[in-house]
Structures are given as structure tokens and as C-alpha cells.
């Protein structure tokens, strides 16, 4: 069964203090983990889609990398506007469906 | 390009009674999924639906079930309500193109059971 488990649970940052979010998965044959923000009460937003170990991708102040095992998400010198749950999923093959994780919930402190 | 469409944004209702809630997709995406979101369990997969036909189904009652229009647009309905499906439902439509992929999230629709 695909597992999916993200870690620190929350996260508290002053600005400006740079860290790394973990997405730790369990899944044979991985197509993609995708990686979103979701702000409370709305739909979470889409940031990066993975599809081999060893990627990179960038956007903004955040860069997520892959591995076999585990995905990271990193926050270079964040803002208060980087507040939100980082949710990270993952799909096994086009057709199966998505499995997300817990969320991390970051909190970033002026 | 427009989002991802939900409505209603809001709905109350009671015990027993039973919902539509409704999704208009980003166009020219086929593939419509579903997700029920609460504190305590997070985000599950209710259901996904690609060219009209579902494609895949999470672990959830029959009480809750889907269907998908041949313009995209998907709804997806609980009958006899219960409290515990109070929750924030999440409506998400996907686009592949090889083996790129992206899934773009709704607002939601926050459903309140009494």
C-alpha cells in the first residue's frame, strides 16, 4: 500500500531562517510526487511535480529535490507570506490515485 | 486561462438529507478527482473521473458517488448525511502530457452537517 509521511508535524521559523520540510514515501513504480501550499480554508495550490530521483526544481524561495526514498522541500530565507501547510502526494502510475501526506504547518515569524 | 470552479462554496445541511456539489474543471483538462479534507484525517481520495468513465475509487461508502459530464464538468453527490461527513470537499483536475503531470486544486466546498 503507498504510504506517504511528512515531517516536522509544524514548523515555527523566524524570518529569514532557512530550513527543510521531509516527504518520506512508499510506493513501488513512482510517477510523480507533487508538492503543494494550502492556505486555511482554501484548495491547496500546486508547486512542483517530481518524477525521478535526483531532480531538482526551483520556484521563488523554494527548491524540492528527490530521492528513491524521500522528497525535501527548501525554504531559503522565508517570509510571514510563507505561512501555510506544505502538503506533498504521491501517484503511483497515470490512473491510480493520489495518496497525500499529513502536511507540514509552517509558521514564519516577522 | 480560469481555475479550477466549485459551487456551492458553503452549504448547510442536516441528518439524513442528501448533496450535490458541483465542478467545473480547467479546460482542456479530462481527468476530475476528489477529496474529502478534515483535521483529523487530512486529505483522502474519494473518487476520479477521466472522459465520463470513473477511474479509480478510495475507501468510502456507496453513500457517496460521482459522475462526469461529457464537457469536463463533474458532480458528486452523499446521500443520507451523517455528522461525520462534515468536511471540506475538494474538487481537482489534471493534465498529462507523456509522463509530465500537474493537478490543480478548487476552492472547496465546506459542508456543514447538523
Known amino acids: 500500500e503507498d504510504q506517504v509521511t511528512q515531517s516536522p508535524e509544524a514548523l515555527r521559523l523566524q524570518e529569514g531562517e532557512s530550513s527543510s520540510l521531509n516527504c518520506s514515501y512508499t510506493?513501488?513504480?513512482?510517477?510523480?510526487l507533487f508538492w503543494y501550499r494550502q492556505d486555511p480554508g482554501k484548495g491547496p495550490e500546486f508547486l512542483f511535480t517530481l518524477y525521478s530521483a535526483g531532480e531538482e526544481k526551483e520556484k521563488e524561495r523554494l527548491k524540492a529535490t528527490l530521492t528513491k526514498k524521500e522528497s525535501f522541500l527548501h525554504i531559503t530565507a522565508p517570509k510571514p507570506e510563507d505561512s501555510a501547510t506544505y502538503l506533498c502526494?504521491?501517484?503511483?502510475?497515470?490512473?491510480?490515485?493520489?495518496?497525500f501526506g499529513p502536511g507540514t504547518r509552517l509558521s514564519v515569524l516577522p | 486561462k480560469a481555475g479550477v470552479t466549485q459551487t456551492p462554496r458553503y452549504l448547510i445541511k442536516t441528518r439524513g438529507q442528501q448533496v450535490t456539489l458541483s465542478c467545473s474543471p480547467i479546460?482542456?483538462?479530462?481527468?476530475v478527482s476528489w477529496y474529502q479534507q478534515t483535521p483529523g484525517q487530512g486529505l483522502q481520495f474519494l473518487f476520479e473521473?477521466?472522459?465520463?468513465?470513473?477511474?479509480n475509487k478510495g475507501n468510502f461508502p456507496g453513500r457517496f458517488s460521482g459522475r462526469q459530464f461529457s464537457n469536463s464538468r463533474s458532480e458528486m453527490n452523499v446521500s443520507t448525511l451523517e455528522l461525520g461527513d462534515s468536511a471540506l470537499y475538494l474538487c481537482a483536475s489534471s493534465w498529462s502530457s507523456g509522463a509530465q503531470e500537474t493537478q490543480y486544486f478548487g476552492p472547496g466546498t465546506r459542508l456543514l452537517v447538523l
Open positions: 510506493v513501488s513504480g513512482l510517477r510523480g
Open positions: 479546460s482542456g483538462h479530462r481527468s
Open positions: 502526494a504521491v501517484r503511483r502510475n497515470y490512473g491510480q490515485n493520489f495518496v
Open positions: 473521473y477521466f472522459s465520463e468513465t470513473q477511474r
